[in-house]
Nanobody
């Protein structure tokens, strides 16, 4: 059974950093594009960052460019999201999804999703 488990969320002051992890189990994901999404209260879920399976192509939402970095560790079947210079508007539940469609910048209808991890940034 495929399972994605996010971790690393928490409460941080504005300007601080967090590193989110998404550990996959049940199968190897090193041939899949992977993406991070977030959903704030009252807002639609949005894509934050994505990485191609080869590690050669990246996508970042304009709102996080220069502050967030997505990376993978294929040996650990894990994708990370390093978040620096956090802002209160980054407050949301963050989800990882596999696979991610780098052409449409969306998750596939058949993508697996994690349960989410809460990130709260105080001002």
């Amino acid at each position: 059974q495929v399972q994605l488990v996010e971790s690393g969320g928490g409460l941080v002051q504005a300007g601080g950093s967090l590193r989110l992890s998404c550990a996959a189990s049940g199968r190897t994901f090193n041939t899949y594009n992977m993406g991070w999404f977030r959903q704030a209260p009252g807002k639609e879920r949005e894509v934050v960052a994505a990485v191609s399976w080869s590690g050669g192509r990246f996508y970042y939402a304009d709102s996080v460019k220069g502050r967030f970095t997505i990376s993978t560790d294929n040996a650990k079947n894990t994708v990370y999201l390093q978040m620096n210079s956090l802002k209160p508007e980054d407050t949301a539940v963050y989800y990882c999804a596999v696979p991610f469609n780098m052409a449409t910048m969306t998750a596939s209808p058949l993508s697996w999703w994690g349960q989410g991890t809460q990130v709260t940034v105080s001002s």
